[in-house]
């Protein structure tokens, strides 16, 4: 059965741990704070829990007496920043719309109109001046030099951002097997680390349960599935300056 919620992937932990034929030793806030602690862990390293995405801010007279830009949560890392004023900011657009126009009717095509783009992008990258801004991820605010002449009152900045993409919107998150397994064996850990004064805890049927051993298990297999993040998916997303 597809996962396609929190509390479906709550659910989805505790039957895998062994609800409800074994009563799972852990509150409720704890199981919350689990999955808080995994879904906070797959945002950070999983190369497909964020997406590049352009964020557009005209910078105000109050954004330039303080210095900085108050940038969204959802925002973990700025590669770029483009200022232009109005203006250029329209006639920009217009001029790169007039050129693939031109290049799709006049000048042979997508293929044409491909190499093109690729050749004007690669001039800007040589000739770009890229101004001094810094990106603090814990204040969710990019800094920058009030005397830097290219932050002009009324001016565009355009951000290359890196943004989270949140579970609510896109719940197919929830079902993704990494984040499946991380969630339980935080779980159990946390199972473990409750049961972990006692030890041979005895179950119906005559089995029994080690408080000691449940963690110690639940530890290896999370150090082994946080290095499968990186071995599989990719390096976490770095913070950069634009």
């Known amino acids: 059965?597809?996962?396609?919620?929190?509390?479906?992937?709550?659910e989805y932990c505790l039957r895998k741990l062994g609800k409800p034929v074994i009563e799972i030793n852990v509150a409720d806030i704890q199981i919350e704070d689990r999955i808080d602690e995994a879904i906070e862990y797959y945002i950070e390293y999983h190369a497909?829990?964020?997406?590049?995405?352009?964020?557009?801010?005209?910078l105000t007279e109050e954004d330039h007496e303080r210095g900085y830009i108050e940038i969204p949560d959802s925002i973990i890392s700025v590669s770029r920043v483009?200022?232009?004023?109005?203006?250029l900011f329209h006639n920009s657009f217009l001029g790169w719309a007039d050129t693939v126009l031109h290049e799709i009717v006049h000048a042979g095509g997508l293929t044409?109109?491909?190499?093109t783009q690729n050749y004007l992008a690669e001039i800007d990258f040589h000739l770009r001046n890229v101004p001094d801004a810094r990106f603090s991820r814990m204040e969710n605010r990019l800094h920058f030099d009030k005397n830097d002449r290219t932050f002009e009152t009324g001016y565009y900045l355009i951000f290359e951002v890196q943004?989270?993409?949140?579970?609510?919107?896109?719940?197919?998150?929830?079902?993704?097997?990494?984040?499946?397994r991380h969630a339980t064996q935080l779980i159990k850990q946390q199972w473990g680390a409750n049961l972990s004064k006692y030890e041979n805890i005895e179950l119906i049927g005559g089995?029994?349960?080690?408080?000691?051993?449940?963690?110690?298990e639940a530890t290896q297999e999370i150090?082994?599935?946080?290095?499968?993040?990186?071995?599989l998916v990719g390096e976490p997303a770095g913070f950069f300056k634009g």
Do not use: A, C
């Not at 483009?82 to 203006?87: G, Q, Y």
């Not at 150090?223 to 071995?231: A, G, I, P």
């Open 1 to 10: 059965m597809p996962i396609r919620s929190r509390s479906d992937l709550k």
């Open 48 to 58: 497909e829990s964020t997406r590049e995405y352009y964020y557009k801010h005209q």
């Open 82 to 87: 483009v200022p232009m004023s109005t203006s």
């Open 112 to 115: 044409n109109m491909y190499m």
């Open 163 to 180: 943004e989270i993409i949140d579970p609510k919107d896109f719940p197919k998150i929830y079902d993704d097997w990494l984040l499946k």
């Open 207 to 216: 089995k029994t349960l080690n408080g000691r051993q449940m963690y110690d």
């Open 223 to 231: 150090e082994r599935l946080e290095e499968k993040y990186v071995d």
